[in-house]
């Protein structure tokens, strides 16, 4: 399989873990190294603001109380759409570009609306031959989320 | 044992004043009610001043009445706040939520206005008025703005109300030391919620629902101590929950090293503002819920996290890791805040059989009992002339 192919289905994968609460297995996907950040643009204080920032460890730990929290009974979904892909000259790196939208799905009869739209800024390390994410930033478009999500996008 | 219909409408039997009728949280003419008997009426926070830091910097803020209002430094630096609203054909004048400009002119017709509010160009004037109409007649509507407790900019539309000291009064006497340096807003963000307003309030009044906070039970109920607070209440429908150190190692493995001025510790300091503004400070943190109402079932809530403007870059990214694990939009406490609220709005419908909520847990006015909620709804019903456990009564009487 070509580096392209192997990225592109690692960003489809790491999407796919988290829409069925696979944490184990996303953060299988993570390089130990891993960095997590969420950001968005606020016109109202006019910079950047950052809605998470987290290490591997710390991520893990956030995942693993999901559980022992209270959460929305519906599910969320991921709709990714990878738009491109820069290799390093080295081969040892990559840069990917994913456009995504994410859905709620009521429990209760099933509806479904959208909940937020954002793009996936990722680091690969293809160092191994085994694609691993070495950092994830995702950049928020919609900043504004109702009741919000225990679980990151 | 399970009730009948009569039985569910009778009420449970506890004085009036500690239950209300789920319908003040669902009546739509109710909402419009409060808006013009309340929200009209009281001091407003709008943004904070951070957020207008240099001269002509400027933020809009969404007023209860429906109104966008501006909110602009003045060449003087004095803040002051005006109806986002054109002069001549009602346009909306500043469309940014936040922006600099000397001058604000209204995109439709090219109508400028200076920061203090008056009217500094009208194209063709004089060909179009002439004598009849001139700028110095056609200044923006100004409303009242004062810059207090914590930095933050207050606003009410009402020209003939109190000075916000005396509204306010004591309240804020717990918080004193620590709002007294210069704060900065880091973090902002809306979430519209279909739940009523109050219903957010009530949960940020009552510290009973920290059975539902795996993150509260481990670092505060099951702690020593926590018990021991006292709601205080204050004139207007304000109230203060006595301190109390927060465990953060039960939750996290280990303490919060970072403190905040005139917190030593990794306290935790609660005020609720009549009708819809909660300061919270839990160490290393402090967050401004701030509340408009859509309608009767629909709120839009502004969260802001803010830290000492003086904090390094690693002071503040641990306030900011600290705020987000738990409060942002993607933090693990807040969502099940507002879910919690959605919930109730959905069991609550409008109608006969409105159910009867209970703010009647008394246990000398600590930690869990429902003091803080009763007292928001003393004041509720004072100011709409309505009881909250009964809000048609007078309404039921004028038809015998």
Redesign the interface.
Known sequence: MNADKQISELVYRSCLMLDALDFEGYLGLCAPEFRYTIVAYSPELKKDMVWQDVNKEELKHHLDLVPRHIRDTGTISRFPTVYSITCSADGKRANALTGMQVYKTRLDGGETTLFGICRLIDVIGLDSGNPRLLSRQVRMETRQLGIGSQIPF | MSRTAAEWRQGPKLPATHFVNSRIYTDESLHHEEIEKIFNKVWLIACHES?LANRYDY?TFLHPCGRSLILIRGEDRKVRSFYNTCSHRGNTIVR????NAARLTCVFHHWTYDSKGACVSIPREREGYGSRLCKEDVGLREVKAEVAYGGFVWVNIDDQCAPLAEFIGRAFEDLEVELSPQLE?????????DTNYKLWHDTNRELYHDY????NRLTGLGQKGYFDRVFHCYPNGHAQLDSMEIQYQAY?GQQRQLTWPGAPKAIHKLIDIFPGTTFILRVPSFRVDTMTPLGANKVLIEFRGLGLKADTPEER?ER??EH??LW?????????D???N?MQTQAMRDGPEAAHVLHGREENNTTHDEIGMRQYYAEWGRLMGRSPHDPYAKLRDERR
């Open positions: 957020e933020r940014e939520p936040a922006g807003v880091f973090h902002y963000h809306q979430a519209v919620v539902m906070h795996y993150h996290r990214a900011l890791r987000n694990n942002g939009p993607f933090g693990l406490n807040l969502h099940e507002l879910l919690a959605q």
